[in-house]
């Protein structure tokens, strides 16, 4: 391991949450909660203002009206998100060849790599000075985590949220992990910590205690030997730069032309599960199914289906591999099969990204909804209108939506650098109202270059 604390890990502050308060000054300080607004949608992530109340992601969002009645709930925007995300991963790639990015908001980066830092005082400068580029250049905070690795790098920065850097001094990293819980180590999940705790294991501490042979007795030997040395905080993983993994797919080629249809059927299920499973390992989830198919005479043909949201649902691909191979004939035998899945996303949440791409009017919120019919049921379906989502009218300019129903909607007219706008209601099929494109949420000044944060470090580190 190196001596040095030159690992850097960046997670951006309840990143969806709080692009949504940078681009609306009326909920800056308020609790937010974006997610899923349907019978069955779930919460992607809620401001830290909404967290007091208990409201966290995943949570069914009925729960969270219920323990956050007054906060503003918006559907996620993931093209706006997918850009900030972009000028944040920039910021990283200018530190180092060497960014590994774990979802939109969060990365490892290799300082030393990069030649950006060398040792601790080094290191924590570049963490400071790229929190403040961050914030110069999106207008968003970060929190940075400093080690000598991955793991505990990635565990600094929990401990520094939010809005804050935590620098894990080489040397006391086994002191610092002892008493933490078995499931702050990478690797250890539900099911691994249920096993550990019948087993009287609780924290690292005592997972050191027990001995390697006896995690490798309980857990088998590759994950008890890799668990042994994290307890230990020997954590030699490097930092991978990024792959541009825009498709995980599986295919096998056969000794013996396939002529049997079923059998035809049954290796793409198998081809199917497998292509899941690789999909599932690599944490990411996609919402094009794609099949291929080598025929006798080295024809190749592909088809593709394209869901509403991403799956990494081995019966929704197994269901979508099946109609596309219904579409192919294979009378003359088959030489190769191949599944894939492209059109990656990092989170699985197929309910919630459904409803982002179309949210069907009776999910809108509306509260008067039982005390009269509609009377416009004949919305016809582009003229929907998203809570949270941006508008813009011929007098009233650039705005967000905040609410539907009743065959009306409400719009608050504001902008990522005005004051806190008005609230104005008209009619669903208002000519004047039109959807916008999100602006900018950081309006760079002429002559100004994009990146140009540096010397911005004025406000102070915590921790
Ligand atoms: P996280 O970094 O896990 O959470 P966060 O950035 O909202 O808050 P924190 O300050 O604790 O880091 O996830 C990043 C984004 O990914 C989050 O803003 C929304 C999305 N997300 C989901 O859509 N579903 C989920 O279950 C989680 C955990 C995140
Ligand atoms: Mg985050
Ligand atoms: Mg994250």
Do not use: F, I, K, Y
């Given at each position: 391991m190196r001596s040095a604390p030159t690992i850097l890990h960046l997670d951006m502050d309840a990143f969806f949450a709080s692009v949504e308060q940078a681009s609306k000054p009326s909920l800056r300080g308020k609790a937010v909660v974006v997610g899923g607004l349907g019978p069955r949608g779930v919460v992607a992530t809620a401001s830290y203002e909404a967290r007091v109340f208990g409201v966290h992601s995943a949570m069914p969002m009925a729960q969270a009206r219920r323990r956050a009645p007054n906060a503003a709930y918006l559907v996620p925007r993931f093209a706006l998100y997918r850009s900030i995300s972009e000028q944040v991963m920039g910021l990283l790639r200018a530190l180092s060849p060497l960014v590994e990015p774990l979802s939109l908001d969060e990365a490892f980066v290799d300082l030393e790599a990069g030649g950006a830092a060398w040792d601790e005082r080094s290191a924590r400068l570049a963490g400071a000075k790229l929190r403040a580029d961050i914030r110069a250049v999106t207008g968003l905070t970060g929190s940075v985590g400093l080690a000598a690795s991955k793991m505990l790098a990635k565990i600094a920065s929990e401990q520094a949220k939010p809005d804050g850097l935590v620098l894990i001094e080489p040397g006391t990293e086994r002191a610092l992990l002892g008493p933490l819980p078995v499931r702050t180590l990478p690797g250890v999940g539900p099911a691994t910590g249920d096993h550990l705790r019948r087993a009287g294991i609780h924290t690292v501490d005592e997972l050191a205690e027990a001995g390697e042979d006896e995690l490798v007795r309980l857990l088998g030997k590759a994950h008890g030997h890799a668990l042994f040395a994290m307890a230990l905080a020997r954590d030699e993983r490097p930092v991978v730069a990024e792959r541009e993994t825009k498709s995980v797919s599986v295919e096998d080629t056969y000794d013996v032309d396939i002529h049997d249809r079923v059998r035809v059927g049954t290796e793409v299920r198998r081809l199917a599960d497998r292509c899941v499973r690789r999909l599932r390992e690599a944490g990411l989830s996609g919402r094009t199914i794609v099949l291929k198919v080598r025929r006798y005479d080295f024809s190749t043909l592909t088809r593709s289906e394209t869901l509403r949201g991403p799956t990494d649902d081995p019966a929704v691909v197994r269901e979508a591999a099946a109609r596309l191979l219904d579409s192919v004939d294979t009378t003359g035998g088959v030489r190769l099969l191949g599944v894939g899945v492209s059109g990656l996303a990092d989170y699985t949440q197929e309910d919630l990204f459904a409803q982002a791409a179309g949210v069907p009017?009776?999910?809108?919120?509306?509260?008067?909804?039982?005390?009269?019919?509609?009377?416009?049921?004949?919305?016809?379906?582009?003229?929907r209108w998203p809570a949270g989502h941006d508008v813009r009218h011929a007098v009233y300019g650039h705005g967000w939506v905040q609410g539907s129903g009743l065959g009306r909607v409400t719009a608050r007219f504001e902008t990522p650098?005005?004051?806190?706008g008005r609230v104005k209601t008209f009619r669903v099929d208002d000519p004047a109202l039109q959807p916008a494109d999100p602006l900018p949420l950081v309006s760079r000044r002429p002559g100004e270059d994009e990146g140009a944060g540096a010397g911005g470090g004025t406000r102070a580190e915590s921790r």
């Open positions: 009017a009776d999910d809108l919120p509306h509260e008067e909804a039982e005390a009269a019919p509609a009377p416009e049921q004949e919305t016809p379906a582009e003229r650098d005005s004051e806190p």
